[in-house]
């Protein structure tokens, strides 16, 4: 997908070549500086992170796929709208875990002063919540 051409569509192949390797310069470098943020994340156990991520982004795509093949009266619209409203939800989500990471209690702790969306709601329900909202985003949009 040429995102730079759309952009800027009288450029040479070897100006677009050096744009995509700047890019990747630049993603390589924002992937090493988020290296501390992964390693203070979860105690610092890496699977738990991936899956914590997976958790935040996967709903609103399994909500869509899933109505995609079982429902005959799903359109673009509805699954765009659909995606956009659960990723919202779940970097929202992700957000939060991020800010309070570091106020979370230590086992021997009992008061947790963060948030009750925060605290109390696991990643479960959340998951639950994300694709309901997304499902109902979808029967929405996909009517019309």
Known sequence: MDVYGKFRPHTTERHKIMVGRAFVGVM???SIAWIPLID???GGQLF???QSIAAYLAPPIAAVYTM??????MNETG????LMSG???GVARMVLDFVYMF???KCWETEDTRPAIVAKASLENCWKSTAAGTLGILDKKSRY
């Open 28 to 30: 390589v470098a924002i």
């Open 79 to 82: 699954a765009f709208w659909g």
């Open 87 to 89: 990723f919202v939800v």
């Open 103 to 105: 106020d979370a209690p």
């Open 68 to 73: 995609a093949v079982l429902w005959s009266r």
């Open 40 to 42: 203070k994340a979860q």
């Open 48 to 50: 738990l992170y991936i």
